[in-house]
């Protein structure tokens, strides 16, 4: 050995020898955040949310370091802080800023996304005993007979005869044959999708679901894709848009022709006011010969859907139909991935974002509880269960 090199190897023995002694610099990161914990009567500040923002950093080691992959190793670190830290996040009742929560996106995104087999497994069991989307998502001639006395899924008080007319629009039984699917697509309305360049690898998907029937209007492909298997439809867009299939009957029909075979569903057993505009859509495809096919959501579905997800903290008088369709997509499908859902009005590099991508019109206040909603589809995330795509898509 060269004499320069034993003298490199005495000081990195040296350095080793006094990091032992003395203890690292950088505080473990549960005894850091029980320290923050104890400041945060006199600062004011939420400890997890700190940690979330800034997540642990090792001190800056000399050039010549003997760590192996000390960079990797750091970013483990990192990342594990960050998920401590947000399993707690869900138990606080604190409202968080927009800001702050573009601040742990930003932290998300510079941990590598992994799906975790076991993590998904036993999330799929959970909603599966609770709600079984396999067997009972949909409304089916098997899982609700003629005579049956069908509550409505919000005014639950409320019922709906099943007489053999209205027994007749539904399948015979569950119609996702094929599931599990491989990949799932899972394509809301966020005007994150605007220049995402998303849609081709949105369309190379086994299956894609999507949200609240966006319109047809304009050249959006290359963002949002075209390839639908299943499209929420809203009754309202129905009574607005169409005239409740009246005078605008022929304007809907071509309209909906863009979505090929896909199933239509519709919310006909959430309210009362949905059951009319939900059937007339059934009675106009069925009238015309379109090729898409009508399905309902199962109102006792939902209900349970409600109760999981209330376990969790979500407690807003409906779900939206992302993450209905979202816990759908987990069980029907091996490896699920969300794009267009964004309910922030800037990215993580402050650049605006329309609330939709084709409009700006904003929801109904008090109707969802997205930041909640997306805290949630974070977490799943984070547990790499499902993916979500937070911006541009990778071009080959």
Known sequence: MRPGGALLALLASLLLLLRLLWGSTEAPARPRLLMEESREATHGTHATLRMLRSPATLPPRAMNSTYPNEKSLQLTERCTNLQDGFKTLSNKTKRYSEDDYLQIITNIQRCPWKRQVEEYENF???????????????????????????????????????????????????????????????????????????????????????????????????????????????????????????EKKAVFLEDIATYGDAFLLLPAFSFRANTGASFKVYHTLKESKARQKVIYFHPKYLRNLAVFWRTKGVTEYRLSSGLMITSVAVELCENVKLYGFWPFSKTIHDTPVSHHYYDNNLPKRGFHEMPKEYRQILQLHMKGILKLQFSKCQIA
């Open 124 to 246: 799929r069991a959970k909603l599966a005993s609770c709600c079984d989307a396999v067997q009972n998502f949909i409304v089916s001639q098997n899982n609700t007979p003629v005579g049956t006395n069908m509550s409505y899924e919000v005014e639950s008080k409320n019922e709906i005869l099943i007489r053999e007319n209205i027994f007749n629009m539904f399948p015979v039984s569950q119609p996702f044959v094929e599931h599990p699917y491989n990949q799932c697509a899972v394509v809301g309305n966020g005007g994150i999708l605007n220049k995402s360049l998303c849609g081709a690898e949105i369309d190379k998907s086994d299956f894609v679901f999507r949200c609240n029937l966006p319109p047809t209007t304009g050249d959006a492909s290359k963002d949002v894709g075209s390839k639908t298997n299943l499209v929420t439809v809203n009754p309202s867009i129905i009574r607005l848009k169409y005239g409740n299939l009246k």
